[in-house]
């Protein structure tokens, strides 16, 4: 029985009928179409599709043409065919949302996070609620969710296949924690909710949400610089499953390249980190020496960021701030122009987000004088697209499951 399970779950057909999909989540195409897109043969594709519309997945526009993008023979995912449920686990709230195949929002949940009350009991009685007031809501039977999407600042346990990489102190006391932080809330929604349950990290979500049907949407490969307590950088192809940080990697720790040399000492330990300059907390501390230690308005660090950046246009203590953060901010994308010659920069986070819609063409002349000429020229940046649904909406990476990723009408590998 479960080498008969093990060979259906690695079907090569079941890779076809997932290649499709990912094409036509993108948009409505022919067969045609979807040959080239794919680069399957059309016996593959048309077997693939007959298969899908008898499951009901895919739909197929009649012989008659009709205006717009209704012309004979396009097919597009039936939205209510099945359903998603996506989740984000922020540090200070828990987000539940329910999506048709469409990807259109169906409901949403939020329930707040004390701070240090994080743990994963409260966090999965959270997420049960969550599934069960968006599930009523909309009137869905659980049955119709193709699984639970869960995107947490742990992540997924690290990969036991390989030899763990060796740390020390602080660092890998955390990582031991993050690690045994993410088995444990897996397996309590695995238990809790009946259904399959896709673990990653916040960061690589909204790389795929941003790769996927945001602002690097169209490009092949891009980097994801996320600016907000910390500060991160994410490397993304175009793909089912854009995020790439190298194997058994957590993400690029840009954040902590050295910037100055015996600089400011970081959260980290080391002196000159770019974190230490560029990190909102650490940029809000530059804000309040400016203003001779007068606290900065705000409930808590978003807001009092918020506050600098509009200040700046009449604060010049604001003023010298933001135009500090921002040198670091276009000498650290240098860098990473540098580094990686991505077709797109994608500012993310809501410190950078919020830094980049203010400062955005002084950030591109930085690029332009910092990096070298030809890449930087090849190079645009774009600010992320989704703000607070882009990480419940991220397809599910295949790497966090822990199983094969099911699709619509089978598996995938």
């Not at 099945?82 to 989740?87: K, L, M, P, T």
């Not at 918020?306 to 003023?319: E, G």
């Amino acid at each position: 029985m479960v080498a008969a399970r093990r060979s259906v779950a690695c079907d090569p057909r079941y890779g076809d009928r997932s290649s499709l999909l990912w094409s036509l989540y993108d948009s409505p195409l022919t067969r045609a179409e979807l040959c080239r897109r794919t680069g399957l043969g059309a016996a593959t594709v048309n077997s693939a599709v007959t298969g899908l519309l008898r499951e009901g997945v895919v739909t197929e526009s009649a012989a008659a043409p009709a205006a717009g993008d209704g012309r004979p023979g396009l097919l597009r995912i039936t939205p209510g065919h099945r359903h998603v449920v996506g989740v984000d686990v922020a540090r200070d709230r828990v987000r539940v949302e329910l999506f048709d195949l469409a990807l259109t929002p169906r409901g949403k949940a939020d329930y707040p996070l004390r701070s240090g009350r994080q743990d994963p009991g409260l966090v999965v009685r959270h997420v049960l609620a969550g599934l069960r007031t968006v599930l009523e809501a909309a009137a869905v039977p659980r049955p119709e969710v193709i699984g639970l999407a869960v995107a947490t600042a742990a992540g997924p346990p690290p990969d036991s296949s390989g030899p763990a990489a060796p740390a020390a102190g602080p660092v890998a006391a955390r990582a031991r924690a993050d690690g045994q932080h993410a088995s444990l809330l897996r397996r309590l929604l695995s238990a809790g909710s009946g259904l399959p349950v896709f673990l990653d990290e916040r960061h690589h979500a909204l790389g795929r949400a941003e790769m996927w049907r945001g602002a690097g949407r169209g490009a092949r490969h891009a980097v994801l610089a996320r600016i907000d307590t910390t500060v991160e950088a994410l490397v993304l192809t175009r793909g089912p499953h854009p995020a790439r940080t190298g194997a058994g990697s957590r993400g690029s720790r840009w954040g902590h390249t050295t910037v100055r040399p015996d600089g400011r000492r970081c959260r980290c330990g080391a002196r000159g980190c770019l974190e230490a300059y560029l990190g909102a907390e650490a940029v809000l501390e530059r804000y309040r020496q400016a203003r001779r230690g007068r606290p900065v308005r705000g409930e808590d660090a978003e807001a009092a960021f918020a506050a600098m950046i509009t200040a700046a246009d009449a604060s010049a203590a604001a003023r010298r701030v933001v135009d500090e953060a921002t040198a670091h901010l276009g000498t650290g994308l240098a860098h990473l122009v540098a580094q990686f010659n991505p077709e797109r920069v994608i500012l993310g986070g809501w410190a950078g987000a919020r830094l980049g819609a203010h400062r955005l063409p002084a950030l591109r002349e930085a690029v332009a004088a910092e990096a070298l000429r030809r890449p930087s020229a090849r190079t645009g940046i774009a600010l992320c697209r989704f703000g607070a649904d882009a990480v419940p909406l991220a397809p599910p990476s295949s790497r966090s499951n822990t199983s094969s990723p099911r699709v619509p009408g089978g598996r995938c590998p």
